[in-house]
């Protein structure tokens, strides 16, 4: 009987074109599956984690194929529905399968080979020339002679260098070493020690299943063992009453699971920093979304660390952690029903040294169990009944749900669309059905993770960046297994949550669409998340709703040409009055601003290089003040009738850029082309791009002049003027350098909350997701670097942005002010702001869009050529625009640098092509990439990249 050989083509985590077929050992063919990752070699030694796509029995004509090494897991890990989703986004958005791979999978699921080093077996050190040996060589010798390997990260400790290879290659060449792959599995299960009473103390033959109570202790022996301990060793007596205590009083559900917790050192998360679009540089100066992950790293105000805070009262998950802070007090072995207590427990009011003295002495048995790191102990609360309005926006939805897949509820900041959401979840739950609901941002959305699991507890999960690899992975294995009475039927996430492996998709909710950090743009696969969750809906057939006060013009144009379903919501949720908004002129208030109140006050303009408070009187008047007088008369009388303050401003740091008032000098970043931003905090200048950081410089580089002065406003500095200005007000900052650890973001938002804030100074943070009950005031202070980017998109997103932020105030009973300072009082967009006029807006600029064939009257794909070298990129790019002119004509724009032509050493020179709709995506991707890979072939010697941006929203 023949045997049958079979080929598995895999997707391997690389940048590369294609995927790869190997060989099938024989015992492994019934272990191979569509699906699941296997172990091959790529290369002359290393190994990757690949995943199975097909299973067919054709041998490569190319190559000889290799074996794959193992078959790694038990069930397919990846779905079908998410390979032909995977398929789609790499066809759609021009990039490598291993690229869309890179970024769908937990690193922990992608495994790849280690490189170490070990003593050759046939290498005799002592008979050896040791006088042929380096230093360094010798170091690492004696070494390997205490440890039988040594990773190359090891070595660059022992040496204390970063660059080791050299030394080792000469290593490998005298034959005294050998170099091996190892493959590390980065997952790993949490373990949590628990202790139970040894069986010399229980009288086994009693316990039978039952709960641990005072017959089944051997009492005799406790009593005696008591009364041992409290003469000679008090604290092991604490520790025993304790446990007998715990063990007496813990009530155990039948089926219960521990709930698990942050694992130690498991709080950081993974940011990454993965590169930046040069052509995204926002008012804030920083880099627009890099990192393959969620849309909490995104844009220009990408401020998403969080510092710990205590929780929630009502026991509902804190935002940030799937799991709870509090770790599994008991659990039961395979063994039986003994109590085990974990020994965390027990160490909150007793000495670990004493806990482990009775271990020695075996009155306690320790062990360790696997717990999980997800929470599933809240159960939901009862909705919010619907209003008239809403419930009629809602029987729309339904009604539209029949005829169209995707639908538009554009309502107003305030109108209530969460309670929409909540039902239409409901009903898709009670289906049987999964639900994915995407952020924009999901550090920044702290109350709606908070009022969904508070509606549907244990069933809302939470998956984003700010999780550890093992907490992802858990996420990743909850959803993947949804036929356990554990699971997620909602998920809430950004970007990445899309490529979770959803069996029974029923409706797909993307709130605040309008919101350009769901695009992904470095690195690799440059992907918009609206776009992909429509693609995906298809795969699912289910529903997409879209949500937005300021919908996204392509969305607004879809919906008024019939393509998505519209649903309006006009009125806010409460009976509160719109808010008043009134247009501050800098240039006419930049005079005089009385102070508030006797004290200190900065008094200082932009340019002043060592800002000293000087004394002023409460009659006085301060020059060139950052507030407008209506603006700062408003804040003075919300904070004397005990309410609160939102101010804007789009840049962090203290000032953007430090200028020499003799010859002009501006410090720069080594790396970037970008002026170094100062922040006073930590007396630093850093470039936002690549991280540089340098001490402020005492003397102009160029002249030698000393007179270095801090120009602009950024959100640190205008927090100092502040606390100047209103001395008796609780002022807060929230962006980047005030919410760096994990639940930093959300301890502010309690604090303003609980009204502990009074003033609260931000970034883009503080304009979404957020609802507070005593804003009255907010105030935009500087309106015309929202609006003034040369973009295509500049006053859509300027739009926007005021928008959003003007709605935080007034969100009750009582309408708020809003201020909107800015230098040109009369521009068109600020008048359309004032009449919230949204129709009238999009429709002018639709009508620009269409004359100047833009989006969404045509598509966009961004080229990028990419090197160290600017000539090169010049002439690469410019012999690219030559092959590609031919086919687009006047549709090529460039070959231009971009605003921001140089990150991390790397020059950008863009082409941009517009896309006429009629010329069909297929003809479009096969000319590009043709032209691409002959200009690679053509120029082969050259170190260059190209890298593609479908849609470069």
């Known amino acids: 009987m023949s045997r049958t050989t079979l080929f598995v083509d895999v997707i391997v985590p690389l940048a590369v074109p294609q995927k790869y077929t190997y060989r099938v050992p024989v015992e492994l063919n019934d272990d191979v599956e569509v699906g699941k990752r296997v172990l091959v070699q790529f290369g002359k030694s290393k190994f990757y984690s690949a995943i199975v796509y097909k299973i067919h029995d054709k041998a490569p004509t190319d190559y000889v194929a290799k074996y794959i090494d193992s078959v790694i897991d038990d069930k397919p890990i990846v779905l079908e529905k998410q390979l032909a989703f995977w398929d789609w986004m790499s066809y759609y958005y021009m990039c490598g399968p291993g690229e869309v791979m890179n970024a769908a999978l937990p690193s922990a699921l992608k495994l790849s080979s280690v490189a170490n080093i070990q003593l050759n077996p046939d290498f005799n050190f002592e008979e050896s020339n040791h006088s042929q040996f380096s230093e360094k060589e010798h170091l690492i010798i004696d070494a390997l002679h205490h440890n039988d390997t040594l990773s190359f990260d090891d070595v660059s400790k022992i040496l204390k260098i970063k660059s080791i290879h050299k030394t080792v290659n000469e290593l490998i060449k005298k034959g005294a070493i050998v170099v091996y792959e190892e493959v590390k599995d980065k997952y790993k299960p949490k373990l949590v020690s628990f202790v139970r009473l040894s069986d010399e103390y229980l009288n086994r033959e009693q316990l039978k299943g039952e709960h641990l109570n005072g017959e089944h202790l051997n009492e005799v022996k406790i009593k005696d063992l008591l009364d041992k ?82 929780g929630l009262d009502d026991g509902i998950t804190p935002d940030f952690s799937p799991g709870t802070e509090k770790p599994p007090t008991h659990k039961k072995s395979e063994q039986g029903e003994d109590q085990w207590i974990s020994k965390s427990e027990l160490s ?194 289910c529903k997409v709703l879209l949500g937005s006060a300021t919908p996204s013009l392509e969305s607004y144009h879809n919906a008024q040409t019939g393509k998505y379903g519209l649903m309006e919501l006009t009125k806010r949720f409460t009976d509160g009055a719109p808010n008043e908004t009134e247009i501050c002129d800098i240039k006419q208030s930049v005079h005089d601003v009385p102070s508030t109140s006797s004290g200190t006050a900065s008094n200082y303009p932009d340019d002043v290089q060592n800002p000293v408070a000087e004394p002023v009187e409460a009659t006085s008047v301060r020059r060139n003040s950052l507030l407008t007088h209506p603006l700062h ?56 791009y690549c991280g540089y950081t340098i001490p402020p410089p005492s003397a102009c580089a160029a002249c030698g002049h000393n007179d270095l002065r801090y120009k602009g406003l950024g959100t640190e500095k205008i927090e100092e003027e502040i606390e100047i200005l209103f001395p008796e007000a609780n002022i807060a900052r929230m962006d980047l350098d005030t919410t760096r650890s994990k639940y930093a973001y959300k301890q502010i938002i309690d604090d303003f909350e609980e009204q502990n804030i009074d003033i609260l100074i931000g970034t883009q943070m503080v304009t979404k997701g957020l609802d507070f009950d005593h804003v009255s005031v907010v105030g935009i202070l500087n309106a015309d670097s929202l609006f003034s980017f040369p973009d295509f998109r500049s006053h859509e997103r300027g739009y926007q942005l005021i928008t959003q932020v003007s709605g935080r105030a007034g969100r009750k009973h009582k309408k708020g002010k809003v201020f909107i300072q800015t230098l040109q009082p009369t521009h068109p967009l600020l008048q359309f702001v004032i009449n919230d006029d949204l129709k009238l807006f999009y429709n002018t600029q639709l009508n620009e869009r269409k004359e100047y064939h833009y989006p969404p009257f045509s598509r966009l794909i961004e080229l990028n050529v990419v090197s160290k070298d600017v000539n090169l990129v010049n002439n690469m790019s410019e012999e690219l625009a030559k092959r590609l002119k031919g086919t ?64 470069p929203y």
């Not at 004509?889 to 709709?917: A, E, T, W």
């Not at 010329?919 to 082969?940: D, K, S």
Request: proline share 3%.
């Open 888 to 951: 687009f004509g006047k549709d090529l724009l460039g070959p231009q640098f971009p605003l921001v032509s140089k990150i991390k050493n790397n020059y950008y020179k863009r082409i941009i092509l517009k896309i006429d709709k009629s010329l069909g995506p297929q003809n479009v991707r096969h000319i590009l990439n043709t032209e691409i890979n002959n200009l690679h072939q053509n120029f082969r010697d050259e170190n260059f990249k190209i890298q593609i941006d479908v849609d």
């Open 348 to 541: 909150k009011k007793c000495d670990v040294a004493a806990i482990n003295s009775l271990v020695k002495k075996k009155v306690f048995v320790e062990d360790k169990f696997e717990v999980g790191r997800l929470q599933f102990n809240q159960s939901g609360s009862k909705k919010k009944a619907l209003t008239k309005v809403q419930q009629t926006a809602y029987n729309e939805i339904k009604t539209s749900f029949e005829k169209h897949s995707v639908n538009l509820l554009h309502g107003v900041t305030g109108s209530g669309k969460t309670e929409i959401y909540a039902k239409l979840i409901d009903e898709t739950i009670a289906e049987g059905k999964q639900v994915l609901y995407l952020l924009p941002e999901i550090a920044l959305t702290t109350q709606l993770i908070t009022r969904m699991r508070s509606y549907f507890g244990d069933k809302a999960g939470v998956y984003h960046s700010k999780f550890s690899e093992n907490e992802r992975v858990e996420i990743w294995n909850n959803v993947l297994n949804n036929s356990e009475k554990h699971t997620y039927s909602i998920v809430m996430g950004a970007r990445s949550a899309l490529f979770l492996p959803y069996r029974n998709l029923g409706l797909i909710i993307i709130d605040e669409e309008h919101d350009y950090s769901y695009k992904q743009n470095d690195p690799a696969p440059r992907y918009h998340a609206r776009d992909a969750a429509i693609y995906l809906s298809t795969l699912h057939n």
């Open 633 to 688: 008369q408003a804040i003075k009388t919300a904070l004397k009738n005990k309410e609160q303050i939102i101010l804007f401003q789009n840049r962090r740091g203290f000032a953007p850029y430090t200028e020499c008032s003799s010859c002009g000098w501006v410090p720069h970043c080594t790396q970037c082309d970008v002026a170094l931003i100062y922040h006073k905090h930590s007396n630093k200048l850093t470039c936002h």
């Open 229 to 310: 301990l409290e003469k000679k060793a008090f604290k092991q007596a604490e520790v025993l009453l304790l446990f007998l205590h715990l063990a007496k009083t813990n009530k155990r559900d039948p089926d219960w699971r521990p709930a698990g917790g942050q694992d130690d050192g498991e709080e950081g998360s993974d940011i990454q920093d993965d590169g930046t679009k040069s052509s995204d540089i926002q008012d804030d100066g920083t880099k627009s979304n890099g990192g393959q992950d969620d849309g909490e790293d995104a844009n220009d105000i990408q401020d998403e660390g969080m510092k710990s805070n205590g």
